[in-house]
């Protein structure tokens, strides 16, 4: 602390010619009277001076005062050396700042008088109360009882602050929450024409808002919600802060509904924010937010016990980013929107988890178009409700999903459908699923009765308990999956439970172990399709399971299997149904170059030989590639000597029938074969 002069101790006074003024006078007045107003010999105000004070020998006096004074000065004769009037002691000019700095009425005064320092260059000259009104604390509006309710976190009645709450949003642009408990006995209005609210909690696991009934819904809008939207163009922003009941509470957070309200006076969100919340309203509760948001963004959300989490529901609902949502032991979809078909645009899902759901999907939406969905994952609960999985999409168009999973751990229950995929009469689905991981009772499902145009690449519908991939109602389109996985199932991988008219093409796929049930009766693929089914590249078979045979066609397209790599060896078939017998089965193999020489009386035909030369001084018996898995392959077979050459197996059929011989005795026989999936047919040679 930097030094001061010291006061001067006395008061001294001198006459006209600077000699102290001896036994001189002063006589003191209440200001702008005649009547004597007292003075003191010390700061306790205990001991008066004599009025008027006689002056010393030194022309000097001890005097104390407070308050404003008429002063006359004197010579010991009475003769007035001067008078001075309206002279106020110092004590009290800072009474009176103290009380201006108090004021709460005159926004001239009380903080209006308090300067506001800051370091910014080129910042405006600003006051207290400026800054105070830019970011306003809900305190402020609260009684002393109310701050010691809120303050415990207790939930107290005294914590009840409705009204308070209200004026704070009918009047301020931002409202600050400090940490506490709020409890709210009345659904909070945001009233048209009302300043953009942003409501800000000091930290969103001690910030609190709560009902404090099952139903606090409020006349004449009679929605049962903690806050509902009225302003036609609200940007209505929730920052920080957990939503929280203990009363079995039967609303909603927030109602945004377009039109909505028992008034029909509620209005959708624009150019909102919700983030950083902890939502915890049991599981009575209807949701979070009801309604509409456009232009929007949802960051960051905790929701525990709660049965949904966002209905968007009414017109409005486009170009909104959800991001980072997290859920544990919840119910319904946490992004819904099935309550009509008005549908969303230009939305975005990004990093969603779900952990211990009870019942429903993570996103479960219809009409949505132009939209992206990425990095979702799903784990259903222990002894769930059902109808649990990934996603359901209903008449989407133009989505992209990509980068999710529905998973199951050891001791965790397995979702029911993964991907649920509906397409309505009329309608065209769009979409594309790129990178996933689905684990369900059915991985992937078909329904119609619409079109699909649909492209599924990098997805693994893999152990699943009644099939990997189901259509279970007729519908038309094309599918295209590439590089996908549809492995071990109990029941057919995939299983058409109703004829469709759905064209697929998959390229790269892998369909191993069917019939894990146990059932010989089970096949790897049940094909029952109008359209035309084309499988390049196919890995096809089983390692394990009961599953008959590998094809079950019996569909009225084609089908086309280009360059099968079959797995294991079916207990009865590769391929069998009406289809197959029909001939709209084909089976295109790669045709193998390799010249493979013969200088024994047996060998086995390599799966790369395109040629054989058999140079032996005796018959020559060839173990030619199996029939049923090299359908449309052609060997050539040519001999050096005169000995007959035939087949291990009785196979081959000549072309004009009779023995099943390949070529007689003769230097230079030849003869081309190929495979028509039954037997080796010689198409031409000598």
């Not at 957990?242 to 039109?259: C, D, L």
């Not at 909505?260 to 979070?288: E, I, P």
């Not at 599953?547 to 089908?559: C, H, L, P, R, S």
């Not at 070529?663 to 047919?681: H, K, Q, R």
Request: with cysteine; net charge negative.
């Amino acid at each position: 602390m930097a030094a001061v002069l010291m006061p001067v101790g006395r008061q001294s006074f001198e006459d006209s010619a600077g000699r102290p003024l001896v036994g001189g006078k002063l006589y003191t007045y209440t200001a702008g009277t005649s009547v004597p107003l007292a003075t003191f010999k010390d700061a306790a105000q205990t001991t008066p001076n004599t009025n008027p004070i006689i002056l010393d020998a030194r022309g000097e006096a001890v005097i104390f005062w407070s308050g404003s004074y008429k002063v006359t000065l004197t010579d010991s004769l009475d003769a007035v050396i001067w008078t001075q009037d309206g002279i106020v002691s110092s004590n009290i000019t800072a009474d009176l700042v103290r009380t201006d700095l108090a004021n709460t009425s005159d926004i001239s005064k009380g903080d209006a008088m308090v300067g506001v320092v800051t370091t910014v260059s080129g910042a405006e000259p600003t006051t207290q109360h400026q800054v105070n009104e830019e970011r306003t604390s809900l305190f402020q509006m609260l009684t002393p009882t109310q701050i010691n309710a809120v303050s415990a976190e207790l939930g107290a009645a005294a914590a009840e602050c409705s009204t308070k709450f209200q004026l704070g949003l009918d009047g301020l642009g931002r409202i600050s929450l400090p940490i506490g408990r709020y409890m709210l006995a009345k659904t909070q209005q945001v009233k048209n024409g009302t300043k953009r609210v942003t409501i800000g909690g000091e930290n969103r696991i001690r910030t609190i808002l709560s009902p404090n009934a099952a139903d606090i819904s409020q006349a004449p809008v009679n929605v049962n919600a903690m806050f509902v939207v009225q302003d036609n163009n609200s940007h209505f922003c929730l920052d920080g802060m957990r939503f929280y009941s203990t009363v079995a509470y039967t609303g909603v957070g927030v109602y945004a509904k377009e039109g909505g309200g028992g008034d029909a006076s509620c209005q959708a969100l624009f150019s909102s924010t919700m983030r950083n919340l902890w939502l915890d309203f049991a599981s009575n509760n209807n949701g979070f937010f009801v309604g509409a948001m456009q232009n929007s963004a949802v960051q960051t959300i905790t929701a525990e016990n709660m049965k949904s989490v966002f209905r968007l529901e009414g017109t409005a609902n486009a170009d909104v980013s959800f991001t980072d949502l997290k859920a544990y032991n919840c119910f319904d979809p946490i992004i819904d929107q099935t309550a009509d078909a008005l549908g969303s645009a230009l939305m975005t899902v990004d990093d969603v988890h779900l952990y211990a759901h009870n019942r429903g999907q993570a996103v479960n939406v219809t009409n949505w178009a132009s939209s992206v969905v990425d990095k979702v994952i799903y784990e259903a609960a222990i002894g769930n409700l059902g109808s649990t999985g990934l996603f359901k999409f209903k008449d989407s168009k133009y989505v992209i999903v990509s980068n999710s999973m529905a998973v199951v751990r050891g001791g965790v229950a397995i979702s029911s459908i993964g991907v649920d995929l509906e397409v309505g009469a009329g309608e065209t689905f769009r979409q594309k699923l790129r990178g996933g991981y689905v684990n369900a009772d059915i991985g992937l499902r078909l329904r119609g009765p619409g079109a699909f145009d649909l492209e599924i690449e990098d997805y693994d519908f893999s152990d699943c308990s009644t099939a990997c991939f189901q259509i279970a109602t007729n519908c038309s389109g094309t599918l295209r999956t590439r590089g996908c996985k549809f492995n071990r199932s109990t029941l057919s991988i995939l299983l058409s439970t109703a004829s469709n008219a759905l064209n697929w093409i998959s390229s790269d796929d892998e369909f191993i172990d069917a019939g894990l049930g146990g059932s010989a009766a089970t096949r790897v693929l049940t094909l029952a399709t109008s359209g035309d089914v084309v499988l390049n590249n196919p890995r096809i078979g089983r390692t394990t399971g009961a599953a008959g045979y590998f094809i079950d066609a019996t569909g009225t397209g084609k089908v086309y299997i280009n360059n099968p790599v079959w797995i294991g060896t079916p207990p009865t078939g590769y391929i069998t149904g009406s289809q197959y017998t029909n001939g709209d089965v084909i089976v295109n193999t790669s045709q193998p170059s390799g010249v493979q020489r013969v200088n024994a009386a047996a060998a086995t035909v390599f799966p790369s030989t395109g040629t054989v030369i058999v140079d032996f001084a005796g018959a020559c018996a060839l173990t030619l590639p199996s029939v049923a898995t090299n359908t449309g392959r052609r060997l050539t077979v040519l001999t050096r000597q005169n000995q007959a050459v035939n087949s291990s197996a009785a196979n081959v059929v000549p072309r004009t029938g009779g023995v099943a011989g390949i070529l007689l005795n003769i230097d230079g026989s030849w003869a081309e074969m190929v495979c028509d999936g039954g037997n080796w047919e010689i198409v031409q040679g000598s």
